[in-house]
């Protein structure tokens, strides 16, 4: 037995005084969305998802929920398709490019998004007059804002993977750079592919300031509009969101899970 | 134990063994940041072969084998495979199997898999792919072991399945960077004698590269050694050992003792001593001695007197070094019986043994 460790009874409080942490907001929050205001509890804001009365209201909400979830798509296919690819790129072929790159990927962390939108205001002009004003548009944005999370969850898979060797070894079987992606590197980093795209969704979808500041109706913005007709909906979705976040988690972790079971 | 070889009708692999591919390296110059780590290296490989490159840490016998598979480019010369140029032909296209220092095997792909994993960038269907990735697994007898993952296999079985996946598209030529390296000594050995009954099977050309100098003399047609970007002297491992062309050469394959002589044409004299030199000589001279041409010797036969320093036991023999009164470092290789112990006095003599010698330079 480790003399350092805490004891069980500290471990315990710290336990419950973390658990409660998290806990007591979401608690209160879900008993908030139990109010009913004729007084008392029951479900009757819950029953407001399904009832026909109240399906104007929710609109706003669910066009900025389909907006969001398109824009984690193509938030996702960005980190995807360009990040991973280039600091697989930057790992195996330039990496004294690698502290100038990461430098750069860590940077958007420390500029505030308000900052952000105002570099960003006269690039958006210009991409509403090559490629329209839709929503999706904003995903060059969050590919911007979730770089340094995606950056960390996708080098930490790198950094665990000789990446060098097995590329090298792929090559001398015959096979060119895209099977080498694909085939090889991609499976051997996907704890980390999997992390960067949790993460992204779950930046996007949580996502206001840009969205808002940009005139574009995504999730968050959404709540912000029905709050004002009806303060619960937003508690309820908010509650959802989060247990679609909790569920991405679950499934990624038995993915993870399941994969390093195959690996032991 | 490994287990016997399939028969030839039996497996595709054997089937097809070939006569090799000749192999040219003609005047490869390499730098890394202005450092020039390979000195127009020259070198045939004759179809079939099995050639070492031997070396220490740093010699650049890597970055030559990496040259060689397309890994690294080279800033001058020309890399020859069957007598075509592919030096701007990348890795993937030049057919060569290599087997890498480090575990390459691919651990998300089960065994058979990642044997088969050539064949199919080559086209080859699923199914025929897994047959042949299956024949050459019974090559390297691990057929039993084809639907594990990598992490369920010792180091000596991943370095087979990886012999077996860099041999299973029959390429010109295998490569091997240090493949033995990671292993125990039992395994080493045991491996090392399996790569070169097999590509005596095959008849496959093949570079071997390795800092082991027991490893290289073992298995290799002709050892090349290298030293500071260069090949000191490419030979024989019979030739290498019994007349090294340079110091380093001789310091570097098979552990001589260099002391001083004075050379009359076709002998030397060595402590008082005359013995007969293997390539004529006159004038003062390093002479090369091996451990078994020096012995102990008692009284008059006693050619130079010296003090133990050291004295390691090696099963069926054992080795002493001996600081001669002039300050050399000799060792001597004796029957296992005779345990000197450190600081003792003893006299030592020299075989009448053809030696190798240099002008003193």
Sequence with gaps: MNSLAPSRLTRWIIGILVGAFF?????????????????????????????????????????????????????????????????????????KLRPVFEFLALLPISIPAIVLVVGLSPIYLQIARTLGTGTWTLAFAYGITVLPFAYRAIQASIDAADLRTLSEAARTLGAGWPTVVIKVLAPNLRQGLLAASLISVAVVLGEFTIASLLNRQVFQTAMVVVRNQDPYLPAIFTLLALLLVFVLLLIIGRAARGHRKARS | MTAPLPRTQDNALLADAGEGTAVQLQGIVKSYSGNTVLHGVDLDIAPGEFVSLLGPSGCGKTTLLRVLAGLEGSDSGAVMLGGKDVSRIPTNKRDI??????????????????????????????????????????????????????????????????????????????????????????????????????QLRLGITTVFVTHDQEEALAVSDRIAVMSAGRIEQIGSPEELYGAPATASVAAFVGLSSVVGGTADGASVEVWGQTIPLQTPATGPVDVYLRPENVVFAEGADASVRGTVEESTFLGSMRRTVVRTEAGERVTVQHAPGIRPSFGDAVGIALLAEPVAARPRA
Excluded: C
């Design chain 1, 23 to 95: 806990a007591i907001p979401l608690i209160a929050t879900f008993l908030y969305t139990l109010r009913d205001p004729k007084g008392g509890m029951s479900l009757v804001n819950w029953h407001k998802l399904i009832d026909p009365a109240f399906a104007s209201t929710l609109q706003p909400i669910w066009t900025g929920l389909g907006n969001s979830l398109v824009l984690a798509v193509v938030t996702v296919v960005i980190v995807l398709v360009l990040l991973a690819p280039t600091m697989i790129l930057v790992h195996l072929r330039f990496p």
């Design chain 2, 97 to 198: 199997g290599m087997v890498f220092q480090s575990y390459s095997l691919f651990p998300h792909l089960r065994v058979v898999e990642n044997t088969a994993f050539g064949l199919r960038r080559r086209g080859v269907g699923k199914a025929d792919a897994a047959k042949r990735a299956l024949d050459a697994l019974a090559l390297v007898g691990l057929q039993e072991h084809a639907d594990k993952f990598p992490h369920q296999l010792s180091g000596g079985q991943q370095q087979r399945v990886a012999l077996a996946r860099a041999l299973v598209t029959e390429p010109k030529v295998l490569l091997l960077d240090e493949p033995l390296s990671a292993l125990d000594a039992k395994v080493r050995v045991q491996l090392r004698d399996e790569i070169r009954r097999i």
